[in-house]
């Protein structure tokens, strides 16, 4: 698939290993759940990340996964460290704790040039996990390329998930925690954002946008799995956002994508 995608997502990818309520292998990682709904939300979507050496089974798999829902792979790079693993715990309630992570081939991996000239071509940029120490975002941000980041990955040096140069800073905070969002999101934008959007679970979300603050509720759902569904709920943002929705139709696209990913395990089908 070669020309200009509507969404590219950067970073990581993983096996997440499921233990708990739920047990299963399954592929996720923020960027590579983000590149798959965004493609099942009807986006021309492609991934930029690496895995694993050459027939190594977690790597093969990772693209495959990709491949098989419509996702380009064109910028996969194979690494000679294994494919990024994700230990997790689903509680009885389908929560999901990290337990320990390895993440091998993406560590350190950034986009190569050619990587970048697509990059650069491409509607919007989302960024997972990815520890550059945000080269690759301020790199976009000076082409004038709109870039977003999930700025609540387990980063391995706050540089990573700085949000200047984001068009869109995406954060993450317990329902437990719902009084602060409202200061996160200002943060954020305070922090160099053009706009700010905190997901609180099952306690909706918040977004700032213009100076505006936006509520949404959460759909309610008994929850499988909750793994991946805030990857979700941003991939459900941005599609709706680059199909001409306004930001109280995004947040509403964003929690029914999240809502139907906690009803299975992993962050999409598979």
């Known amino acids: ?22 047990q299963a292998d399954l592929v996720g990682g923020n960027a590579v759940n983000v590149a798959v709904q965004g493609a099942l939300a009807g986006l021309r979507t492609a991934y930029a990340g690496a895995v694993g050496p050459v027939d190594e089974a977690d790597g093969d798999r990772v693209i495959a996964a990709l491949i098989a829902n419509g996702v380009d792979v064109g910028c996969v790079e194979r690494d000679d460290r294994p494919t990024s ?10 929560d ?16 190569c040039p050619r990587g970048m000239t697509r990059l650069e071509a491409a509607r919007h940029v989302h960024i997972g996990w990815l520890n550059d120490g945000g080269a690759t975002r301020r790199a976009l941000a000076a082409a004038g ?11 391995l040096t706050p540089r990573d998930i700085a949000a200047d140069g984001l068009t869109l ?8 925690h719902a009084d602060l969002a409202e200061a996160r999101v ?10 700010a959007v905190v997901t609180l679970g099952r306690g909706g979300s918040l977004a700032l946008v213009d100076g505006r603050m936006h509520r949404a509720k959460a ?31 995004a947040m509403a696209a964003g929690h029914a994508r ?7 395990p992993g962050g999409f089908p598979q």
């Open 145 to 155: 390329v709109p870039v977003s980041q999930d700025v609540s990955v387990n980063a």
């Open 169 to 176: 800073a995406f954060a993450s905070l317990s329902e437990a």
């Open 1 to 22: 698939m070669s020309g200009r995608f509507d969404l590219i997502a950067v970073g990581d990818n993983c096996i997440d290993r499921l233990t708990g309520r739920m």
């Open 186 to 195: 200002a943060e954020l934008v305070a922090g160099g954002a053009t706009a």
């Open 219 to 249: 759909d309610p759902v008994e929850a499988t799995d909750t793994t991946g569904a805030g990857d979700s709920y941003i991939a459900g943002f941005l599609a709706a956002r680059l199909t001409g929705a306004d930001i109280t139709e």
């Open 85 to 94: 693993v994700t230990e997790l715990r689903v509680d009885d309630d389908g």
């Open 258 to 264: 999240a809502a139907r990913t906690c009803t299975h």
């Open 96 to 111: 999901r704790h990290i337990v320990a992570e390895a993440f091998g081939a993406c560590e350190g991996w950034g986009p």
